[in-house]
């Protein structure tokens, strides 16, 4: 368009400088008139709305190239505006890689303590197992103990019956000769008996914790031996 607008000038200028007369052609010697031109006030009238159409394209000229040149400085700033929106967009786009990047090693970490756990609540499982089959063969040697004592128990109470059958008998004899005490734990004090003093025989009975023996000390008895 500015183009258009140049042409249309220079060919506006070259219209006026050909009905103009020419100032080179001044002459001392007198020529002759030359024929009136009549179509000169009718190029002289189209030249003239041709000149008010170029001022007035240039005035739209003019305004459109200042309307241009504001939208270029709008385009300018919001170049600018968006420049830096990029930059802070990349900024918050290596943020995010990096809080990635964390939230990746604390998740493998976790998955690494979760690995742990798991394996630990294995051992705990079979350490559980392991004490609930103790704790049930604690409970049968409980019963079993249990059993012994009672039957331990029962042999003590049969061999306390025959030393006191014995013991009668040792009373009834030693009346006749001559009223001596024939229980032999009435003249001594508890601690004091030796090891080397008794005579141990055959076992009685035996319990996990100690053995009953038939033994002599003064007279028959039972001797419990503790075992270990």
Do not use: Y
């Amino acid at each position: 368009r500015l183009l258009d607008l140049e042409t249309s000038r220079l060919l506006v200028q070259q219209a006026r400088g050909a009905a103009l007369p020419s100032s080179s052609s001044h002459s001392p010697f007198p020529k002759a008139a030359a024929p009136p031109d009549r179509s000169a006030p009718r190029q002289v009238g189209q030249l003239a709305v041709q000149e008010e159409r170029l001022r007035r394209q240039e005035q739209e000229v003019a305004s459109r190239e200042e309307e241009l040149s504001e939208r270029d400085r709008a385009m300018g700033g919001r170049q600018q505006q968006l420049v830096v929106e990029h930059m802070r967009l990349k900024q918050q786009e290596e943020e995010l890689r990096n809080m990635r990047a964390q939230l990746q090693t604390d998740q493998e970490a976790l998955e690494k303590r979760s690995a742990t756990l798991k394996k630990l609540e294995e051992e705990l499982a079979a350490k559980e197992a392991k004490l609930m089959l103790q704790q049930q063969e604690i409970h049968k040697w409980r019963d079993h103990l249990k059993q012994q004592d009672k039957e331990l128990r029962t042999r003590e109470a049969a061999l306390e019956a025959s030393n006191g059958s014995t013991s009668v008998k040792q009373k009834a004899g030693g009346g006749e000769a001559g009223g001596e005490p024939r229980s032999a734990l009435e003249n001594i004090e508890a601690g004091k008996i030796r090891f080397s003093d008794l005579t141990l025989g055959g076992v009685l009975g035996s319990g996990s914790f100690a053995d009953v023996f038939r033994g002599e000390w003064r007279m028959p008895c039972a001797v419990k031996r503790m075992k270990g």
